[in-house]
């Protein structure tokens, strides 16, 4: 390889690692079926129709973080809400991942989804359940 | 619904469940929890969001909504022995889990959460018609518990608390697996939990 292919390469390289942080990794497409039984791990806190220890689910896509009238929120919640941060696909898949990462002092103590596919199953089942 | 060995429990009338106690063998981790363990004093105001208090906290919760949901299913006159007795016993322990999630808490120097009024649960009782049908929400409840200890327990940054709420996990499974086992289900579906 010549000295200036070597640079070009050498300079490709070097802007695509820069650049990697800032290209949005698309989720896998999500499967609802199993989307619902990864649900199941939310039963604890959570439900599409009622507030429990957690915030209830139904109209959740669209929604401002923290507003669910009623529900007594962390300050960090309901100021990432102030903030600007409404749950999307692309919030949620943030979150969902780590909790406490993406909201820190949010009261959901949970260490998060790790594996893509089931985050992006989650994600697909709960755009469905929770339509109002 | 299959038959299943119970051992035999203490007879309760129905509105007596929360006379009991709640006095349980305690692991290690929880009598050093409950002994004043001076490694807990780390923490020492509570803090509003993830702290240690906090994860406590919304557990607490939990476990206070799992008292509730069990006095519910025993009192809509749907379970019958040995079905209630067993009912009974893990109302019980999650009323145990309670009062040292609520003790850990004040030694940490946090405020428990309160218990709600039962009505403002809001179970969905409508949807209870039957044995199966109390079983079923009571074992989804149950599974979702063991889901939340999991997820739980890598963010304490005191591993005392962790070992407890592992602890804790332990028990929610076994109600977990004994109420599948109730409903026919096989008790144990998977190696791996999530």
């Not at chain 2, 004040?106 to 079983?135: E, I, M, N, R, S």
């Not at chain 2, 963010?155 to 109600?175: C, Q, T, V, W």
Request: overall charge positive; proline content about 5%.
């Amino acid at each position: 390889m010549t000295r200036g292919k070597t640079i070009s390469a050498a300079l490709f390289l070097t802007l695509g690692a820069a650049l990697m942080p800032l290209i949005a990794v698309a989720l896998p497409k999500g499967d609802p079926a199993r989307g619902e039984k990864i649900y199941g791990r939310c039963f604890a806190c959570h439900a599409i129709d009622r507030d429990r220890t957690g915030p209830r689910h139904a109209g959740l896509f669209g929604r401002r973080a923290g507003s669910v009238p009623g529900f007594p929120y962390s300050k960090a919640m309901k100021k990432a809400g102030e903030n600007g941060l409404v749950w999307n696909e692309e919030t949620l898949d943030k979150f969902l991942q780590n909790p406490t990462k993406f909201v820190p002092g949010t009261r959901m103590g949970y260490a998060g989804i790790k594996d893509d596919q089931e985050r992006a199953d989650l994600i697909a089942y709960l755009k469905q359940a929770t339509k109002e | 619904m299959s038959e299943i060995f119970i051992p035999q429990f203490h007879a309760f009338a129905r509105r007596a469940f929360l006379a009991r106690s709640g006095r349980v063998a305690l692991s290690a981790a929880a009598v050093a929890l409950l002994a004043g363990n001076e490694a807990l004093a780390v923490q020492t105001a509570a803090k509003e969001g993830t702290s240690d208090v906090s994860i406590l906290n919304t557990a607490l919760g939990a476990e206070q909504e799992a008292v509730a949901a069990y006095q519910v299913g025993a009192e809509s006159g749907l379970l019958q022995k040995p079905v209630l007795d067993l009912a009974v016993t893990f109302q019980s322990q999650h009323k145990a889990h309670a009062d040292l999630l609520a003790s850990t808490v004040k030694k940490l120097g946090g405020t428990p959460v309160v218990a709600k009024k039962p009505a403002d649960y809001h179970f969905p009782v409508q949807k209870l018609k039957t044995q199966a049908d109390v079983l079923g929400f009571a074992a989804s409840l149950e599974k979702g518990a063991v889901s939340a200890y999991l997820g739980a327990i890598p963010l304490f940054k005191n591993r005392e608390l962790a070992k407890a709420a592992g602890s804790i996990l332990g028990d929610e499974a076994m109600h977990w697996a004994i109420l599948r086992q109730a409903l026919g289900q096989p008790p144990v579906p998977e190696a791996f939990v999530s």
